[in-house]
């Protein structure tokens, strides 16, 4: 956890995720267009665990709601 958002934070908390949770090659991983999630520090980790990497379009505000909404 942090006061504000930032690269650490993002990568921390995408290290854990596949620690705990072991996710197969295959599963989707999604994120909006953010510069935490489309630069290479965070790109690399979801490459290597074969993760699909998913990004909301631009300026698309309801890209999100079904899964923000569960």
Do not use: E, W
């Amino acid at each position: 956890m942090s006061v504000k958002p930032g690269q650490q934070v993002a990568l921390r908390t995408l290290q854990m995720a596949l620690q705990q949770r072991c996710p197969a090659p295959g599963l989707i991983h999604h994120t909006d267009q953010g510069a935490l999630y489309t630069s290479v520090a965070y790109r690399q980790p979801v490459d290597r665990a074969g993760l699909i990497a998913s990004m909301s379009r631009k300026a698309s505000c309801y890209d999100n709601a079904f899964v923000d909404s569960f």
